[in-house]
């Protein structure tokens, strides 16, 4: 029987793509869960704040999120109340109370390369964008990006 199967994949130049596209689309989903497994990690770590809360202790340029019921949110808090960020498909700056929509808010500790006004200038400059993809420019990537200049893989 064996041999019948590796003849199989021999023979088969279609059998052979359609395999290898599904362990590409099987790596790109371990990222995606190792993603949203290490935001989780490090959201963990900190306390959950109330949006009253987070504006007296969120800092211009902070790294912030929201757990959802099934993914964890991501923005850069602008320190005077407002959060850039993706949402549906789109690069916004909006109140720090329709970011977190009723969630508790966390503070992402991740280190970064610029300064608050560079971190939040760099967000700026993307307001507007519309090239959101869930694996490879989400809202992560974009918070990571604007901090550190390097994309979150």
Not at 44 to 60: G, I, Y
Request: aromatic content about 10%.
């Amino acid at each position: 029987m064996k041999g019948k199967e590796i003849k199989l994949f021999d023979e088969s130049e279609l059998f052979g793509e359609t395999i290898g596209l599904l362990s590409n689309l099987e790596e790109s989903l371990d990222s995606l869960l190792d993603v949203f497994d290490d935001s989780r990690n490090e959201i963990r770590k900190r306390q959950a704040l109330l949006p009253k809360e987070a504006k007296r202790l969120f800092q211009k340029g902070d790294h912030i999120a929201v757990m959802r019921l099934c993914y964890t949110h991501h923005g850069i808090y602008d320190g005077k109340g407002k959060v850039y960020e993706y949402n549906e498909g789109k690069v916004v700056h909006r109140s720090l109370e329709s970011f977190a929509s009723g969630d508790l808010l966390y503070l992402i500790c991740d280190s970064a390369k610029f300064t608050p006004d560079e971190i939040i200038r760099r967000a700026k400059s993307r307001l507007g964008e519309e090239n959101y993809h869930l694996l490879w420019n989400n809202c992560v990537n974009f918070a990571t990006w604007c901090r550190s200049g390097v994309p979150r893989e």
